[in-house]
């Protein structure tokens, strides 16, 4: 275990008595967006997960770790998952379990309404058939109970075949287990701003699951750092998403022995950049993806990164953070997902790029 995991670990002793696998993970930049910044009116810095080296990176890297460390655990060889077609996590999970030597057998649900062949096939869809994943079709989308029986079965039938699996359920029945991933990563934010001699005034989250934004709040709040942790919702409306993420961060703290100091003020939800609904582009996804991509070359995907950025602009354009504040932005990846939504970015007569005619020169 690197040196720096080891001390990270060390403020949160709870933590390490959770098995976990080695998938590669690396302490990712804490890099300042001064340009971004600038514009904004604030100081700004990116939490770049997006940079973790398993097959483009991402914020599932960490909750896998803890995930697929339990299935190690029981001895299972076959990974189940279920996601979006163009999830971040059904990718990320295939390529743990070819680093590991396991079969990862994934489930594409139907939730986003695009009759669009790029969409279906490019991007994340691309990669997990590279690496190999057995693909199955759910055409339920915001069925989650559905979705995750379905994958019950799915199982059922690798038991039959001779396989060990090991299901990852998302729904609000099962144990949020990759949370300690994010509860980590809060560890590891800190410790980098300790040591630039500096701490936010604020963090802004994607908030979908609530692994990620419940992990984060309550591993922040278990080391007694205070900060304000804006989850932006990428999925369902501010009312139910503050359910969800009150009830997550309470099982994640469990897990914890309690560690954690949590009251009702600390759960933070924002939906004012949700509509029209998961993984459907609005005009402030599409300038927060062109404004972070030409000011600072940084690049963010339509469903969360992208979104993200777009609810922490608006929650500086309302006053909710103020001028001069000081703002951690946790970048989750996605990058593949880009690919995916080209013709929503850049589309028929768009001026955002510039195409040359055929044998043309840029001058």
């Not at 608006?314 to 103020?322: A, Q, T």
């Amino acid at each position: 275990m690197p040196s720096d995991r080891l001390a990270d670990i060390e403020l949160l002793p709870e933590l390490g008595r959770h098995p976990r696998v080695d998938l590669g993970l690396i302490r990712s930049g804490l890099d300042p967006l001064r340009r971004l910044g600038d514009s904004l009116g604030i100081t700004l810095y990116a939490k770049r997960d997006d940079t973790q080296p398993l097959a483009m990176g991402g914020n599932k890297t960490r909750q896998l770790e803890y995930y697929l460390g339990l299935g190690a655990e029981q001895g299972c060889d076959t990974v189940l998952i279920t996601g979006a077609v163009q999830s971040n996590f059904v990718r990320s999970t295939t390529a743990a379990a070819r680093r590991l030597g396991w079969h990862a057998l994934v489930q594409l649900e139907d939730r986003v309404p695009k009759n669009d062949p790029v969409y279906a096939a490019s991007g994340n869809v691309l990669l997990s058939q590279l690496l190999g994943a057995e693909i199955h079709r759910f055409p339920e989308g915001e069925n989650e109970a559905g979705a995750d029986a379905n994958l019950d079965r799915l199982a059922e039938q690798c038991e039959q075949r001779g396989r060990k699996p090991y299901v990852i359920h998302l729904g609000m029945d099962s144990q949020p287990i990759g949370a300690l991933g994010y509860v980590y990563a809060a560890l590891e934010t800190w410790r980098q701003f300790q040591d630039l001699g500096t701490m936010p005034d604020y963090v802004v989250i994607p908030s979908g699951s609530g692994l990620t934004h419940g992990g984060f709040l309550v591993g922040a709040r278990a080391i007694g750092w205070d900060v304000p942790v804006h989850g932006i919702c990428v999925r369902r409306a501010a009312e139910l998403q503050s359910v969800r993420i009150a009830t997550r961060a309470a099982e994640i703290n469990a897990m914890l022995d309690n560690r954690a100091t949590l009251t009702p003020q600390d759960i933070l939800v924002d939906d004012t950049t949700l509509a029209p609904g998961y993984g459907r582009i609005n005009d402030a996804v599409s300038s927060a993806i062109r404004r972070a991509a030409r000011d600072e070359a940084l690049l963010l995907d339509p469903v969360y990164s992208g979104r993200t950025m777009a609810g922490l602009i608006s929650l500086v354009e309302r006053g909710l953070i103020e001028p001069g504040a000081s703002v951690a932005f946790i970048h989750t990846g996605g990058t593949p997902a880009i690919f995916a939504y080209q013709n929503d970015l850049v589309p028929e007569g768009s001026e955002n790029g510039e195409v040359l005619p055929q044998g043309s020169v840029a001058v």
